[in-house]
């Protein structure tokens, strides 16, 4: 662990926040649905940092770790995080001592973004701003990896033609899918929403270079798969 550049990290006031114990249901961490009647589970363009807390769980982790180890494998420089939350994938990195890359996530959701700017202040090379998956937003650095991590789902007849504007814009060849699996764990979903998912449809992908890893956590919808995609 990189002790010296972990302690620089400011650690916000999770009043502040609203941070609340984490929500599970039958054992299995879950997420605070929105009230209401819904078939789906909806995009929800403006949310609390405690509404996706389920993803900050130790049974979320692999979700990530598996990002990160993708990220070092390639040696990737210059990251973009596409609907971000507050950029957990930052921590696995400095915890193994990566440090050598240009980091900007963004995400529609101003509490967690304001809570990861906080975090990381003091940090140059990583930077966070409120923004959508259909902004273009100037970067001051080259960019070799995109990470899409349970975004291209909420565009499911556009997902591919926003993946591919963005990495036209960019001019980045690098990418890292994470999407949920059609079907999952009787115990990990609620049998009354339909999957929000393009599973079916990753393999438009495989035009490119792609590698695909299985993740199977146990959290709401923790059957995951991620892509490794070269262009």
Request: aromatic content about 16%.
């Amino acid at each position: 662990m990189n002790l010296k550049n972990m302690s620089r990290k400011h650690l916000p006031n999770p009043e502040k926040y609203d941070f609340r114990d984490t929500h599970y249901v039958n054992g299995i961490p879950w997420p605070r649905l929105p009230k209401g009647e819904f078939d789906k589970v909806p995009l929800q363009e403006e949310y609390r940092m405690y509404s996706m807390d389920y993803l900050d769980t130790p049974e979320a982790l692999p979700i990530f770790e598996k990002q990160a180890d993708i990220i070092m494998e390639h040696g990737y420089e210059g990251i973009v995080d596409v609907g971000c939350r507050h950029g957990p994938i930052n921590e696995i990195l400095y915890y193994r001592g990566y440090t050598d890359y240009q980091y900007f996530g963004f995400d529609t959701s101003p509490e967690p973004i304001k809570y990861a700017q906080e975090t990381w202040q003091e940090f140059p090379n990583i930077e966070y701003a409120v923004g959508s998956f259909w902004d273009r937003l100037s970067v001051g650095f080259d960019v070799d990896c995109i990470i899409w991590s349970g975004v291209l789902l909420y565009e499911p007849e556009r997902h591919l033609e926003l993946f591919t504007d963005m990495h036209k814009f960019y001019n980045c060849y690098g990418a890292i899918i994470q999407e949920p699996k059609k079907n999952q764990h009787a115990e990990c979903w609620r049998e009354d929403l339909e999957l929000n998912t393009i599973e079916d449809q990753l393999y438009r992908y495989m035009c490119f270079n792609t590698k695909f890893y299985n993740i199977d956590v146990p959290i709401f919808g923790g059957r995951r798969t991620i892509v490794d995609v070269r262009l």
